[in-house]
Structures are given as structure tokens and as C-alpha cells.
């Protein structure tokens, strides 16, 4: 085998005394991609910062193509090659596609001014070399977003990367976007780059990986090559330490009346004649792309998108819908699939973020009696298990996971009858995943009726009783319970496997 | 061995320092409008012979209640991610409001409350533009200073209303036992604030529409009603403001407060207050008042000219958010 890229040996790193990384070493080779694999706070995001030199290590070294590097600053790791695609998009949305990709770097003529031509040229040449189709005079905010990982990607290997970092790139992606950025992940590594791969999805690592190094704790655990390793048990075990029997704790319950159904619901250009009904005691999954119109079902249930035309029946009785406010009073809830945009009150603490749809209940007059609040804080951060210091600590120092524990917390205390959840687990680490889904299941069993969203084919198929599959804004099809299986979503979502 | 020895003793004195950057880190993060503003009643206590005695200091304090009665409102509207730029004109207009009512033979508990009234009533209407039509606050405010300016200068035609009322002028001179009655009513005002802010769920919302507008909504709250209660709440308390002013000048002036609207929210912000929303205390805001007060007396005490007295309340205001902004980007790292 050629002799490694980059190396880092024995890296550590404490922030105020507290250790984030402990010994960890990874050696990636030229043209290959590694895996980078581990619960989410296990130190994965620690450790690419210290490669893109964000972070300064505490101790430990370095070595690029066997010369230790010094001081790994972010402009030395920019000059030795070392990119990262981050899952926040770094893409100005009112520049062209190609100035996106030469953004700090455009070509000038002799006059000073932007070389358009050029630059235009410049792209075209890039896309082409990498099998990506995309359009470099088009804006950057008509592309998606899937397009626009392509853009930063692109805008990479313009700076000559060598290494590229790619943190949880497909989060956001439908199946088949994944696919595609996939195949350009091996383009990349026949190439010649070299590419760090983190991820939460196993199957994706399967695909592309050639070598997987597993981080637990800020511990570094094992490098191995994905030859070596049997199935996504054997990964998993090797993340949590603890034997995975299933994410999914789904206790089987009588399902009882239908509790909402929706009739002819439509909104042009969007969502096209959607009939279905919800039972109490019941998760239905709604599985589809993404963009083919599941979100916007739930938007229209809790009155954040607007229908032409259709009915919403609660208990057979026909209801309007006018906000979220509205929604709320006929007990619903809504845990939409942006944590961090539509969901945390980031600046505030754990408290403040379970208590604000709750703050009526502990209103007495005029004055909110704080007592009660932190006792109902206090008691669903220990049944939830959400790990925080205190329910004072700022949420946007917890973990993707905890931070849905807390938002979960927040509707639970409603008591809704009827709990929407638009991708539940996303971005969720795989202890807190299993703890989640037992919390929806839960719910279940005390009557309530789940609509859960998810791209995760696994979570629909372990989780639901009931699935509707949709495709450009249609239900593509009904799936009882001993019909859900993998390939028959995909195959309705694909619209029977043929590609429209 | 001995080398072992030798770097587990440097990383123990690597820790050390860096327990020590970080205690020092967290009193400068806890606590920096506190310790600037204890610095500089010490370094005046020095350096001037009179702003150390009790008379000196009523008197800062009774100067400081209009702007802290005005910071006291310009804190919600800033928490909510807002700004008010018109705050110095609504005092003009409530000054000249309470004056012509009494000038005009309406009693005067009958005229304060109809100019608090006024002043609410501008505040809703600055409120419902800005959150039903989505125009920027700081676009509404600013028109709304040139408007009220301009209705201030219509209705007085340009002379100030001179009120001879004694009993008006015993708001802004007067006292309630041994304390300025001035005093008392900027101690009601920021305690109302502060309880409205930290104990009721419409301060709650205060700070999570600041912090995020969208995920309020999701949650139930009624935005736009929140945002339009800010800007009335806070006219309300701009024409309280105004009433102060105008006692304390025996007139209504339309001239009166020109140009405080920007003292008000450089002391919400050197209190600590996020400008751009999420993040603020009533507390906060009563010692950038304090500062600036003492900023000025102290300086009036030294025969700094005033225009000198300009730059140097303009630096200390750069160099308080300078720090504030540093204090993020350190949080932001960890």
C-alpha cells in the first residue's frame, strides 16, 4: 500500500480541563476514503477541527505525506490541501453557480474586473471532470441542495484539495441524490483524493468506504479496513459497546377509532389529493423522497401551509386550521425536522426550551410560578434521559440527541392527542435513537395518534404500523403493516421503479 | 523516565495556565459591565474632589432617570431582535403632549395618563407595521423620528409650551421623603420591566421571538401580537420618559430628547444586551445607564468640553461591545 497522506498520532485535546480527545490516532491514505464512525459527542467533529486547524490540538503530532506539521493552523491545512464540507452549506445563494465555486478566488482580466468568461469556462471544466451536471451561469439559490454540496465540492478541488473532509454529507439528501453524490465520492478517490468521511448512515459506509475508524467517548477505539468488518452489527457494537439488539422498541398495541382524517386535501404544485386517516394508538409512517410533498401534509395539518382546497376531520368533526396556534388547541403537536431553525430557542437553557408551548399551564395570573416549571423540567429530563448538566445549561451546548429529548419533552407536556414528528432521528446518535423511538412508542400505547416522517427506510419499516408512501405530491400508495417493507417504499416512491 | 517526568510537568503547568485564562475568562464573562462600571466610580472617586458625595451622586441619579426610564423600553425592544429609533422624538411628542394638555387647563393626572396613552398608542401603531407588513424595525423607528419630530414642531410652531405648574414640576424636581420623586418613578419603571421580563410568559416570549421568531410560532405564540405589546409597552414607557423630561424643564420642548434614542441603546447594549436580539436583562441595562451617567457627570466635573465628552462616550461605547463581541466569538469557539 502507498505510504499514508496524513497521520495523527496520539492526538489529545481538553477544553478547561476537559478531555474531548484521548489518544486518538488516524492514518488516511492517498486516494482512499475512510470512514470516520462514532456516537454523536464520541469527538469526531473535535477531531476534523483539529485537521482543518479550527481547533489546536493539546498534544499529539502530525504528519503530512511523513514531515510533521507544526502549527496546523486553518491556513497551513488550507495549503496542504485539507478541505471540509460541513453540513451547514457554506454557498452565497444571490451569486452565480461558478462564482460560488471560485468564491474568493475568481479570475481577473488585466482590468481588474471579474473574468467571466473564464470563470464560466473554469467550471464547466470542473463539472465535466467530475460527472456533475449542473448549469455554472444558473443562481445558486435555483439549485438544490444536494447541487450546491456539489458546488463546495467542486469549489475544493478548484483549490487543489487533497483531503476532503465531508461531515454527515448526506443528511439532507433523498435516496437518490445519495446515490449520486455517492458514485462522485468515488470519482473523487480515483482521482487521487483522499476523503474522511463521517457519517451516521452504516449502509453509505458499506458503499464507499475502504477503511473505517471507530471513536467512542473522545477514545480512539480501532482502525480497520471495511474488509474486515462483517455487517453493521459488528460497527455498531463497536460505537455504543453495548449490544444494539434494535434501535426499534415498538411495542405492538390495539389500535383503536380514527382520530383525524384527511379528505381531498390539496395545494397546487405541492400536494395533489391527499386522503388518509389516523387512529388513535397508531404510528403512521409517511415515507417518500424528500420534496415529494411528506413535509408540506404535515405543514398543512398544523396550519403552517396554507390548502387550496380539502377537509381536516378531528373526531369526525370538521375543523379549520388557521396556525400553529390553532392546531395546538385541537391537540396536536409538531416536531418538525429543522431542530435548530424551527425548533430550539438556541440562546436558552434546557428549561426555557421544554417549558414555551407549556408557560400557560404554570401561569398563575400574571406571574409565572417557577417552581412548578422546573419540577416539570426536572422530571422529564430523567424520564427522557436527556444528559445535561442541569436543566439550566444553554441547549445549544447539548447533543443533537438530547437537544430532540428536550423538543419531544416540550410536546409530551401537551399531552397531544395527535404528535407529528418529521424525521425524528436526524442527526441523532445511535443510543439516543433507540431511547427516542421507545419514547414514540410509548406514546402509542397511551393512545396517541403518530404521524412520523422519515427518509430512514429502517425507521419506517421498524417503527410504523401503517406507512403511506409519497411521490411528487401524491400518495403513491398504502402499506398495512405486514407489507412494509424496504423495497416496496422504494419501489412506490420510485413509482414502481421506474424513474419519472 | 526523567523526560516522562519532565512533559507531565509541563502539561500540568500548560493546564494551570489555562484553568487560570479560563476562571479569569468567566469573571470577565460574568461580570464585565460590572467590573467596567466599578472602575470608573473608582478612577472619578480619584481623580475629581466632588463626584464622591451623596449630593453629587442624587444628582447623577436623578439626571440618569429619563435615559434609564427610556432603556428600560429600548431593552424589550431590542431583545425581541428590534430597535427604536424614534424613542428621542417620542419624548419630544409626549413632552409637548403633557404640556399643551395642561396648558390648556386639563388636570394633571387626566393629562399624564392621556399622554401615556398617546405615547402606547404610537407604539402600536410603529408595532403593527413592523410585524404584520415585515418592514424592518430600524426603517419604521427612523421614519417615525422625522414624523413625530415634525408633529412636535407643528403643534408647539416651534417655541417650547411653558408649563408654570407647580405641582407638574414636582415629577421632575420633586422629591418623596428624602428621595427625588424622579428616582422613585425610574425604580417602579425598571422593576415593572424587570418583572414583566423575567416572570411573566410575555417576557418569555420577549426572548424567544428574539432568538428564534419561527420556532415561537411552531410553539403557538402569537407573534405579531407579542411584537406589536413591545412597541406599545414601550411607547407607553417612552411617554412616562417624555413626562419626566418635561416636568424637569418646566416645558414641552420640541427639541426635548433629540438624539437620547441613541444614548438608550448604547446603554441596553453595554448592559450586555444582545443587539441582535435573544439576550438581555433589566439589570444589565440599569448599569449602562449608570456608566453613561457617570461618564457624563464625571466628566462635566473634570471641564472636559463637550464635544471632547463626544468622542470619548463614543470610544467607551466601541470599546464595550468590541469586548461583548469578543466575548461571543470565545463562547462561540468553545
Known amino acids: 500500500m502507498n505510504s499514508p497522506i496524513i497521520e495523527l498520532k496520539h492526538i489529545t485535546k481538553s477544553f478547561s480541563g476537559v478531555k474531548a480527545l484521548t489518544d486518538v490516532s488516524l492514518t488516511v491514505h492517498p486516494g482512499s476514503v475512510h470512514a470516520l464512525v462514532g456516537e454523536n459527542g464520541a469527538g469526531k467533529s473535535t477531531l476534523m477541527k483539529i485537521l482543518t486547524g479550527a481547533y489546536s490540538k493539546s498534544s499529539g503530532e502530525i504528519y503530512y505525506k511523513g514531515e510533521k506539521v507544526e502549527n496546523m493552523d486553518p491556513k497551513n491545512s488550507k495549503k496542504l490541501?485539507?478541505?471540509?464540507?460541513?453540513?451547514?452549506?457554506?454557498?452565497?445563494?444571490?451569486?452565480?453557480?461558478?462564482?460560488?465555486?471560485?468564491?474568493?478566488?475568481?479570475?481577473?482580466?488585466?482590468?481588474?474586473?471579474?473574468?467571466?468568461?473564464?470563470?464560466?469556462?473554469?467550471?464547466?471544466?470542473?463539472?465535466?471532470?467530475?460527472?456533475?451536471?449542473?448549469?455554472?451561469?444558473?443562481?445558486?439559490?435555483?439549485?438544490?441542495?444536494?447541487?450546491?454540496?456539489?458546488?463546495?465540492?467542486?469549489?475544493?478541488?478548484?483549490?487543489?484539495?487533497?483531503?476532503?473532509?465531508?461531515?454527515?454529507?448526506?443528511?439532507?439528501?433523498?435516496?437518490?441524490?445519495?446515490?449520486?453524490?455517492?458514485?462522485?465520492?468515488?470519482?473523487?478517490?480515483?482521482?487521487?483524493?483522499?476523503?474522511?468521511?463521517?457519517?451516521?448512515?452504516?449502509?453509505?459506509?458499506?458503499?464507499?468506504?475502504?477503511?473505517?475508524?471507530?471513536?467512542?467517548?473522545?477514545?480512539?477505539?480501532?482502525?480497520?479496513?471495511?474488509?474486515?468488518?462483517?455487517?453493521?452489527?459488528?460497527?455498531?457494537?463497536?460505537?455504543?459497546?453495548?449490544?444494539?439488539?434494535?434501535?426499534?422498541n415498538k411495542v405492538d398495541v390495539p389500535i383503536g377509532e380514527p382520530i383525524l382524517k384527511v379528505q381531498n386535501l390539496s395545494k397546487t404544485g405541492v400536494l395533489n389529493d391527499i386522503n388518509f386517516d389516523l387512529r388513535t394508538g397508531e404510528i403512521l409512517g409517511i415515507a417518500g423522497l424528500v420534496g415529494s410533498g411528506r413535509t408540506e401534509i404535515a405543514q398543512a395539518l398544523f396550519g403552517m401551509l396554507k390548502k387550496d382546497t380539502g377537509e381536516i376531520l378531528i373526531d369526525d368533526k370538521k375543523v379549520e386550521i388557521k396556525g400553529p396556534s390553532d392546531a395546538i388547541k385541537l391537540g396536536l403537536g409538531f416536531v418538525t425536522e429543522n431542530r435548530k431553525e424551527t425548533g430550539l430557542v438556541l440562546k436558552q437553557t434546557v428549561r426555557d426550551n421544554i417549558s414555551l408551548p407549556n408557560l400557560r399551564k404554570y401561569t398563575n395570573k400574571l406571574f409565572i410560578n417557577k417552581t412548578v416549571e422546573k419540577k416539570e423540567s426536572e422530571d422529564y429530563k430523567k424520564k427522557l434521559n436527556i444528559k445535561a448538566r442541569s436543566i439550566e445549561q444553554t441547549i445549544s451546548t447539548l447533543s443533537g440527541g438530547n437537544q430532540q429529548k428536550a423538543i419531544i419533552s416540550r410536546w409530551m407536556i401537551q399531552e397531544p392527542r395527535i404528535l407529528i414528528l418529521d424525521e425524528p432521528c436526524r442527526g441523532v446518535d445511535v443510543g439516543a435513537k433507540a431511547e427516542i423511538f421507545a419514547q414514540i412508542s410509548k406514546l402509542a400505547e397511551q393512545g396517541v395518534g403518530i404521524i412520523m416522517i422519515s427518509s430512514e427506510l429502517a425507521e419506517i419499516v421498524g417503527m410504523s404500523d401503517r406507512t403511506i408512501v409519497m411521490r411528487e405530491g401524491t400518495i403513491a400508495g398504502e402499506l398495512e403493516k405486514d407489507m412494509i417493507t424496504s423495497d416496496n417504499i422504494l419501489k412506490l416512491a420510485f413509482g414502481g421503479g421506474i424513474s419519472a | 523516565m526523567l523526560k516522562n517526568n519532565s512533559t507531565s510537568i509541563e502539561i500540568s503547568r500548560n493546564n494551570k495556565n489555562i484553568y487560570w485564562k479560563n476562571t479569569l475568562f468567566v469573571?470577565?464573562?460574568?461580570?464585565?459591565?460590572?467590573?467596567?462600571?466599578?472602575?470608573?466610580?473608582?478612577?472619578?472617586?480619584?481623580?475629581?474632589?466632588?463626584?464622591?458625595?451623596?449630593?453629587?451622586?442624587?444628582?447623577?441619579?436623578?439626571?440618569?432617570?429619563?435615559?434609564?426610564?427610556?432603556?428600560?423600553?429600548?431593552?424589550?425592544?431590542?431583545?425581541?431582535?428590534?430597535?427604536?429609533?424614534?424613542?428621542?422624538?417620542?419624548?419630544?411628542?409626549?413632552?409637548?403632549?403633557?404640556?399643551?394638555?395642561?396648558?390648556?387647563?386639563?388636570?394633571?393626572?387626566?393629562?399624564?395618563?392621556?399622554?401615556?396613552?398617546?405615547?402606547?398608542?404610537?407604539?402600536?401603531?410603529?408595532?403593527?407595521?413592523?410585524?404584520?407588513?415585515?418592514?424592518?424595525?430600524?426603517?419604521?423607528?427612523?421614519?417615525?423620528?422625522?414624523?413625530?419630530?415634525?408633529?412636535?414642531?407643528?403643534?408647539?410652531?416651534?417655541?417650547?409650551?411653558?408649563?408654570?405648574?407647580?405641582?407638574?414640576?414636582?415629577?421632575?424636581?420633586?422629591?418623596?421623603?428624602?428621595i427625588p420623586t424622579a428616582i422613585v418613578i425610574m425604580i417602579i419603571v425598571a422593576i415593572i420591566g424587570h418583572l414583566l421580563l423575567s416572570h411573566t410568559r410575555f417576557g418569555r416570549y420577549v426572548y424567544t421571538i428574539g432568538d428564534n421568531e419561527e420556532a415561537a410560532r411552531l410553539c403557538g405564540i402569537n407573534v405579531k401580537l407579542v411584537k406589536t405589546g413591545v412597541y406599545a409597552f414601550g411607547g407607553a414607557i417612552m411617554a412616562i420618559a417624555g413626562i419626566v423630561l418635561a416636568s424637569r424643564l418646566s416645558s414641552g420642548s420640541p427639541n426635548a430628547g433629540t438624539g437620547s434614542?441613541?444614548?438608550?441603546?448604547?446603554?441596553?447594549?453595554?448592559?450586555?444586551?444582545?443587539?441582535?436580539?435573544?439576550?438581555?436583562?433589566?439589570?444589565?441595562?440599569?448599569?449602562?445607564?449608570?456608566?453613561?451617567?457617570?461618564?457624563?457627570?464625571?466628566?462635566?466635573?473634570?471641564?472636559?468640553?463637550?464635544?471632547?465628552?463626544?468622542?470619548?462616550?463614543?470610544?467607551?461605547?466601541?470599546?464595550a461591545v468590541w469586548l461583548n463581541s469578543i466575548k461571543a466569538r470565545r463562547k462561540a469557539s468553545v
Open chain 2, 261 to 319: 434614542e441613541l444614548d438608550a441603546i448604547a446603554a441596553v447594549v453595554l448592559g450586555g444586551t444582545n443587539l441582535f436580539g435573544g439576550e438581555g436583562k433589566i439589570s444589565g441595562t440599569l448599569m449602562g445607564v449608570a456608566i453613561i451617567s457617570i461618564l457624563n457627570n464625571g466628566l462635566n466635573l473634570l471641564n472636559v468640553s463637550s464635544y471632547n465628552q463626544l468622542m470619548i462616550k463614543g470610544v467607551v461605547i466601541l470599546l
Open chain 2, 27 to 178: 469573571i470577565f464573562d460574568k461580570g464585565s459591565t460590572t467590573i467596567g462600571l466599578a472602575l470608573l466610580f473608582i478612577i472619578m472617586s480619584i481623580i475629581t474632589t466632588d463626584f464622591l458625595s451623596v449630593d453629587n451622586l442624587v444628582n447623577v441619579m436623578r439626571q440618569s432617570a429619563v435615559l434609564c426610564i427610556m432603556a428600560v423600553a429600548m431593552t424589550f425592544i431590542i431583545i425581541t431582535g428590534g430597535i427604536d429609533l424614534s424613542a428621542g422624538s417620542q419624548l419630544a411628542v409626549s413632552g409637548v403632549a403633557v404640556s399643551g394638555l395642561i396648558a390648556a387647563g386639563v388636570p394633571i393626572p387626566l393629562a399624564i395618563l392621556i399622554t401615556i396613552i398617546i405615547g402606547g398608542l404610537i407604539g402600536l401603531f410603529m408595532g403593527t407595521v413592523i410585524s404584520t407588513q415585515n418592514i424592518p424595525p430600524f426603517i419604521v423607528t427612523l421614519a417615525m423620528l422625522t414624523i413625530l419630530s415634525g408633529i412636535a414642531f407643528v403643534y408647539t410652531e416651534g417655541t417650547p409650551i411653558v408649563v408654570s405648574n407647580a405641582l407638574f414640576r414636582e415629577i421632575g424636581r420633586g422629591f418623596i421623603g428624602p
Open chain 1, 81 to 248: 490541501g485539507i478541505h471540509c464540507i460541513y453540513q451547514e452549506l457554506n454557498v452565497a445563494n444571490h451569486l452565480t453557480v461558478a462564482e460560488n465555486v471560485f468564491l474568493g478566488s475568481q479570475p481577473v482580466n488585466k482590468m481588474g474586473f471579474i473574468d467571466w468568461k473564464q470563470m464560466n469556462q473554469a467550471a464547466k471544466e470542473i463539472f465535466a471532470s467530475l460527472q456533475i451536471n449542473l448549469d455554472p451561469k444558473q443562481m445558486a439559490k435555483d439549485v438544490s441542495i444536494a447541487q450546491k454540496q456539489m458546488i463546495e465540492i467542486a469549489r475544493a478541488i478548484s483549490q487543489d484539495a487533497k483531503i476532503l473532509i465531508m461531515d454527515e454529507p448526506t443528511s439532507s439528501l433523498s435516496e437518490r441524490e445519495t446515490e449520486i453524490l455517492l458514485s462522485l465520492v468515488t470519482e473523487l478517490k480515483n482521482k487521487g483524493v483522499s476523503i474522511l468521511y463521517i457519517s451516521h448512515r452504516m449502509d453509505e459506509i458499506f458503499k464507499v468506504c475502504d477503511t473505517v475508524t471507530i471513536l467512542r467517548d473522545g477514545k480512539y477505539i480501532k482502525s480497520l479496513p471495511m474488509s474486515e468488518v462483517k455487517n453493521v452489527d459488528t460497527l455498531v457494537e463497536l460505537m455504543v459497546n453495548r449490544k444494539m439488539e434494535s434501535y426499534f
